[in-house]
Antibody, heavy 125, light 108 residues
Framework: EVQLVESGGGLVQPGGSLRLSCAASGFNFRNSEMNWVRQAPGKGLEWLSFISGSGSAMYYADSVKGRFTISRDNAKNSLFLHMNSLSAEDTAIYYC??????????????????WGQGALVTVSS | DIQMTQSPSSLSASVGDRVTITCRASQTISRNLNWYQHKPGKAPKLLIYAASSLQSGVPSRFSGSGSGTDFTLTISSLQPEDFATYYCQQSYSMPLFTFGPGTKVDIK
């Protein structure tokens, strides 16, 4: 059974830093692309960051570029999100998400097929 | 960047109603469009991928259509467990994914 379990959330002061972790199990983690997605209170889902299976390619949404860093430890089946310069706008539930290639009519499509339950990050003084 | 819009932003419906949600992309995304269902306190769930392919285990009352820039999610007969927020997502510009703003479906 695929499981993604986030940890590391909590209360942090504005301008502070936090590191989220995601423990993965039940699938070949090193071969899987991973993402972070968040949902702020009363807002919709926002994709934040992607990392390739090897960890050699990373991409970020403009809202977090330069402040957040995605990384992974394939030996420990773990995904991380290092968050710096946090502000109240970063208050959200953060989800660890696997993306996978599905096929339809012989064409390949990327989907977010497994999600963690989320970690709450609150930025407040 | 590809922007996604959804309409309506919310709707009230009764059990048994047919519900249609629209998603529009700011540029063509072919059929690279997924739909997710999200309930409070739960992880989002994949419903439809490639615009119209039903994810395994998802009830057949859910269907998707469209290509290019305009897409639709239809629930043929709304059930009590379907009250949730629905999001479209484009994967055309992967790995720069974009979600729509969501459509909240609640009980009339």
């Amino acid at each position: 059974e695929v499981q993604l379990v986030e940890s590391g959330g909590g209360l942090v002061q504005p301008g502070g830093s936090l590191r989220l972790s995601c423990a993965a199990s039940g699938f070949n983690f090193r071969n899987s692309e991973m993402n972070w997605v968040r949902q702020a209170p009363g807002k919709g889902l926002e994709w934040l960051s992607f990392i390739s299976g090897s960890g050699s390619a990373m991409y970020y949404a403009d809202s977090v570029k330069g402040r957040f860093t995605i990384s992974r430890d394939n030996a420990k089946n773990s995904l991380f999100l290092h968050m710096n310069s946090l502000s109240a706008e970063d208050t959200a539930i953060y989800y660890c998400v696997r993306d996978e290639t599905f096929y339809s009519d012989s064409s390949a499509y990327l989907v977010f097929d497994y999600w963690g339950q989320g970690a709450l990050v609150t930025v407040s003084s | 960047d590809i922007q996604m819009t959804q309409s309506p932003s919310s709707l009230s419906a009764s059990v048994g109603d047919r519900v249609t949600i629209t998603c529009r992309a700011s540029q063509t995304i072919s059929r690279n469009l997924n739909w997710y269902q999200h309930k409070p306190g739960k992880a989002p769930k994949l419903l439809i991928y490639a615009a119209s392919s039903l994810q395994s285990g998802v009830p057949s009352r859910f269907s998707g259509s469209g290509s290019g820039t305009d897409f639709t999610l239809t629930i043929s007969s709304l059930q009590p467990e379907d009250f949730a927020t629905y999001y479209c997502q484009q994967s055309y510009s992967m790995p720069l994914f974009t979600f729509g703003p969501g459509t909240k479906v609640d009980i009339k």
